[in-house]
C-alpha cells in the first residue's frame, strides 16, 4: 500500500538537534555537521532537512514540484483530446461525407491534432525538467526522454501533413519511415513510465512507483515486438522470406499489438494522472514545509559557547 502523508508538521516540528558530524548537504556537498538540523545550508541555501532526510519530494522547491504537476496535467488532457479528437472526427466524416471525406475537414482535423501535439510535447517538456540539484546522469536520461518524445511526435505531424510517396529508394525504407514515429514515442513513453517510478517513490507512493515500473517494462517489450514485426515485414517486402511468415507468429504480434500496447499505453495514461494528483497533495505539503522554515526562529548562533 502507499504510504500516507505524514503531517508537515511532523518533518519540521520537531526540536531541532545538532547535525552528525560527516552528512554532506544533498545539493552542494557542504559540511551539515554541528548545524541545526532546522536550518538551510549556509553554501546553497537548501533546507538542512532535505539532505537529513532523504530524497523525499515534499522537501523539494515547491516550483519545480509545480512545473513537473502541471506537465503530467497536461499530457494526461492533451492525450486523452486527442483520441476524442481521432475518434469523433472519424465518425464525423463517416456520418456526414460518407466516408469522402472533403479537404477542409480533412485539413482542420489536422491542424487541431498537430496543436494538441505541441501542447502535448509542452507537458513533456514540463515533466522532465531537471530538479536544480539533479546529478549529470540523471540530467542526460531527462534530456534523451525529451529528444526521442520530440523526434517522434514531430516525425508523426510531418507524416500526417506530407503525401508518402509509395516509391522507396530503399527496399523496406517506406516501412521503417512509417514506422519511426511510433518507435520514438514507444522508446519516450517508457522513459517517462521510468521516470515516474522514480518520482512516486520519492513522493512515497510505492504501489503507484510499482505499477509505472511494470508498465515501463511492458512498453519496451512492446518496443521490442513492434521492431520484430517491423523487421519480418522488411525481410517479406524484400523477398528473402517468401510468402506471409507462420500464422501462429503473426497471431501473437497482432495480439499484441491490438491489445497488449493500447491497454499498457491507458495505464501508463492512468499512472501520470494519478502521479499528477499524488504530486498536487506534496505540493501543498512542500510549500508548508518551506513557509514552516522560513518563519520558524532561528537556532542560537552558538549553543556550545554558553555553557
Ligand atoms: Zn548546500
Known sequence: ??????????????????????????????????????????????????????????????????????GAWIIVWTTLSWLGLVIAGRVGITLFTQGAASPTAELVLKVALAGLSVWFLLGVWRLTTPEHDLKPSGRRLLHLVRILMISGVTLNVVQRFGT?????????????????DEFLATAAWACVMFHVTALARRAGAYKMSNSAWLTGWFIAASLGVMILAMCIGLLV??????????????GILGCWGAIVIPVTLLCALVLVGQFAHRLELVRHRATLIRSHQRFQPAPPPDASAQT
Not at 508518402?164 to 519511426?180: D, I, Q, T
Open 1 to 70: 500500500m502507499d504510504t500516507p502523508l505524514t503531517p508537515a508538521r511532523a518533518l519540521t516540528a520537531t526540536r531541532p538537534e545538532a547535525v552528525p558530524t560527516g552528512v554532506p548537504c544533498r545539493a552542494c556537498e557542504y559540511e551539515l555537521g554541528g548545524l541545526f538540523s532546522d536550518g538551510n545550508c549556509p553554501e546553497c541555501g537548501l533546507p538542512i532537512q532535505a539532505s537529513i532526510h532523504g530524497d523525499t519530494l515534499a522537501l523539494a522547491a515547491p516550483a519545480w514540484l509545480a512545473r513537473v504537476e502541471s
Open 164 to 180: 508518402l510517396s509509395r516509391a522507396a529508394p530503399v527496399p523496406g525504407g517506406m516501412l521503417a519511415y512509417e514506422w519511426l
Open 237 to 250: 517486402s524484400v523477398s528473402v522470406v517468401p510468402g506471409a511468415p507462420g500464422g501462429l507468429l503473426m
